[in-house]
């Protein structure tokens, strides 16, 4: 049983009540929302006029080669010509046509995708440019772009380390716009990273085997216990969002780090070079740790990071995949 989706994220922020009767204090707080709305609708349209042209100039192509729907499908009869199989003969449509007649089946090409993105309040850090999150709602746009452009279905799961928010597929342009602007702007009601609810999801409640992309930074505990079963059940590609200063501390000083996720607070100085080997090493660890997991289970994994071109990563998953297929 499917869960039921959660209401749609609002553009519209309510003026009633905020500011009581003062006229003046009421149209303050409506400009602010328009601006707010107008902001959010910019953002989400230059996203969506980015990824549409990169659709049609490579990744569109790229993904059309590689991901295709599994079985077939009955597309019409014709009659039997010489070099064709005998079992392919419908008798009953040559018995009431007098000639022999075979069926005619299509590759079914249709899947059905789901971006499963974390949202977690770890995902709002980034030193460049774009947050995490951000680039993980590009590189989905992109994907769902591409899978509408191969006239494929596209649902949404949000988690942290619960399902926060529920698309049901849908394949047209408008709802790829939706799932976009969720992902930017739903605000998390937990705190932690765990893909395993949402896993648990697509394995109890997703009969069809899927296009998974699962997008998060994995920082967490192990996740492996759900993770096995959605492998062999869809087909799951993991991508991996990072930032630069993840990997290695700046030497700036006595610094207070927050973690985001749990609320602890910790100061460190950077200049010391046994902390900053010490940092290093743990996030090498958690790392090696990952890589393993993903590799045993024969998921294939995108490294994505704030400070990079994101399309040569893709290009080098589609060439992998095109060569398995070959």
């Known amino acids: 049983m499917n869960p039921e989706p959660e209401p749609a994220l609002s553009l519209s922020k309510g003026t009633e009540n905020v500011a009581g009767d003062r006229p003046d204090e009421a149209l303050a707080v409506a400009e602010a929302a328009e601006d707010d709305i107008s902001h959010i609708l910019k953002k989400i349209r230059r996203i969506e006029l980015k990824t549409r042209g990169m659709v049609r100039e490579s990744v569109g192509g790229e993904y059309h080669s590689v991901f295709k729907g599994e079985g077939i499908d009955f597309d019409d009869f014709r009659e039997y010509q010489h070099g064709d199989e005998v079992r392919s003969i419908d008798w009953h449509v040559t018995a009431r046509l007098g000639t022999p007649y075979i069926k005619k089946f299509a590759e079914e090409r249709e899947l059905t995708v789901f971006l499963a993105v974390d949202i977690s309040p770890s995902g709002d850090y980034g030193s460049q440019d774009l947050s995490k999150r951000e680039l993980a709602a590009e590189v989905a746009a992109l994907l769902a772009f591409s899978a509408l452009q191969n006239k494929d279905k596209v649902g949404l799961i949000l988690f942290t380390d619960e399902v926060e928010f529920y698309l049901p597929p849908r394949k047209d342009a408008s709802h790829i716009l939706r799932c976009i602007r969720e992902i930017l702007y739903a605000t998390p009601k937990r705190p932690r990273t765990d893909p395993s609810r949402a896993l648990e999801l697509l394995v109890r409640s997703v009969s069809k085997r899927s296009l998974?992309?699962?997008?998060?930074?994995?920082?967490?505990?192990?996740?492996?216990?759900?993770?096995?079963?959605?492998?062999?059940?869809?087909?799951?590609?993991?991508?991996?969002?990072?930032?630069?200063?993840?990997?290695?501390?700046?030497?700036?000083?006595?610094?207070?780090?927050?973690?985001?996720?749990?609320?602890?607070?910790?100061e460190i100085d950077t200049s010391s070079k046994s902390a900053r080997t010490r940092y290093a090493k743990l996030q090498e660890e958690h790392q090696d740790r990952?890589?393993?997991?993903?590799?045993?289970?024969?998921?294939?994994?995108?490294?994505?990071?704030?400070?990079?071109?994101?399309?040569?990563?893709?290009?080098?998953?589609?060439?992998?995949?095109?060569?398995?297929?070959?």
């Open 212 to 266: 998974v992309f699962l997008v998060s930074d994995f920082i967490c505990d192990d996740f492996s216990q759900l993770l096995k079963p959605a492998s062999i059940k869809h087909d799951v590609v993991a991508l991996q969002i990072s930032d630069p200063n993840e990997w290695e501390l700046p030497r700036v000083g006595s610094v207070r780090f927050h973690d985001p996720e749990t609320g602890e607070q910790i």
């Open 290 to 326: 990952l890589d393993t997991l993903f590799q045993r289970l024969s998921i294939d994994k995108i490294d994505l990071q704030t400070d990079r071109d994101y399309l040569p990563a893709l290009h080098a998953f589609f060439k992998r995949r095109e060569g398995i297929r070959a």
